[in-house]
């Protein structure tokens, strides 16, 4: 190659990089170029040859078109995920689960509604032009399922009931709001407050239904005035607790149940504002047991849901439709589980 030609040369602005022009650079075929570019040179190109392409690579800026050749093949090597808000940091773990599954072989391509919105059947549609591998969709509706009516592979994450419309890895959340009923109501508590999610998912409609049936079963009253929602945020939430605590600390309520951690930092950080003693004036407790919530003063008791493990069980599930393998289990549920800590240390009964 001869060393006396310029290096980079500025490209037009908006023009594409080739191959063929990589290959002009290097002084090799288009073939090699390919080869070094997609890392399967061993016992094909010579060391020579893939310093030579290599360096007109980086010369000229070229990035392989993984999306257009994999086009050429009918599908992409993407996969879609799809979620109703990914504002809470849960999700957070549920992507590095499935990222985790999925290895180098697939690009994560995420697909986010407005807070507290579902997706729309439309919208997807239009992402399936770019022939994704396969789908994975958190916490649908029956409806946006019958409207999309895809036939690719899909797997759901957190999608109970559901499970007739494709595979799925759903939180057995249920159980760890029996949990932090049973722990609230052995702790001497008998008027609890719950701050929901306006996010209208079948996972929240659950854990509320789930805690609620156990509290009166344990003579613990929620009453109606005492549920309130709003968005997966912090300061939404500080916001909401504020402007209710007056009536709650004079209807006697000592606890606090929130829909998410997230939720919880909210009325934990407006208590100190307000100068409510936790735990000792109001107990908080949380769903989701994000990592902040070992750390924080007081620790705050919550209901651990396996997130990193979600996301990791539904990857494999749907690696597993791709590859054309039969799931020797394609509905799976995991455990969730109650962590207490400091925020709702037993309270002296009245």
């Known amino acids: 190659m001869d060393s006396s030609r310029p290096l980079k040369q500025p ?26 570019a997609n890392g399967k040179t061993r016992g094909r190109v010579s060391e020579d040859n893939i310093s030579r392409v290599r360096q007109a690579i980086a010369e ?12 050429a093949r009918g599908v992409s090597s993407i996969v879609v995920l799809v979620a109703p808000d990914i504002s809470n940091p849960f ?13 180098a072989d697939f690009q994560l391509l995420l697909s986010v509604t407005e807070a507290g919105e579902f997706p729309r059947a439309d919208d997807i549609r239009r992402i399936l032009a770019l022939r994704p591998a396969g789908l994975l969709v958190d916490a649908p509706d029956a409806a946006f399922l019958e409207d999309l009516s895809t036939t690719g592979p899909m797997v759901l994450l957190d999608a109970p009931g559901l499970e007739a419309y494709a595979p799925s890895v759903n939180l057995d959340v249920a159980h760890g ?16 407050a719950y701050l929901d999610s306006v996010t209208g998912t079948a996972t929240f409609a659950i854990r509320r239904t789930a805690f609620l049936e156990e509290a009166a079963a344990r003579g613990v009253t929620v009453d109606p005035a005492h549920q309130i929602s709003t968005t997966i945020d912090v300061g939404a939430s500080a916001e909401a607790f504020a402007a209710a605590w007056p009536q709650w600390q004079q209807a006697g309520v000592t606890a606090v149940v929130c829909a998410t951690d997230t939720h919880a930092y909210g009325v ?32 705050l008791s919550s ?12 990857g494999e599930q749907l690696r597993g439709l791709i590859e054309g393998r039969d799931l020797e289990q394609p509905q799976l549920t995991l455990e969730s589980s109650l962590i207490v800590r400091g925020s709702t240390e037993r309270a002296t009964a009245s």
Request: proline share 5%; net charge positive.
């Open 177 to 192: 709001a029996r949990e932090l009923a049973a722990h609230l109501a052995s702790s001497g508590h008998r008027r609890v």
């Open 303 to 314: 209901v651990h849901l396996p997130a990193a493990r979600l996301g990791l069980k539904a």
């Open 60 to 71: 000229l800026g070229y990035v392989v078109d993984s999306v257009g050749s994999s086009l």
């Open 11 to 36: 490209s037009r602005p908006g023009a594409r990089v080739t191959a063929a022009m990589v290959a002009a650079r290097a002084g090799v075929s288009t073939a090699t170029v390919s080869l070094v």
């Open 268 to 299: 934990l950080q407006e208590a100190r504002v307000a100068g409510v003693r936790i735990p000792d004036e109001l107990a908080v407790a949380g769903f989701d047991d994000l990592p902040y919530s070992a750390t924080s003063n007081p620790g």
């Open 91 to 103: 999700f957070a773990k549920v992507i590095a689960g499935v990222r985790e599954s999925l290895g």
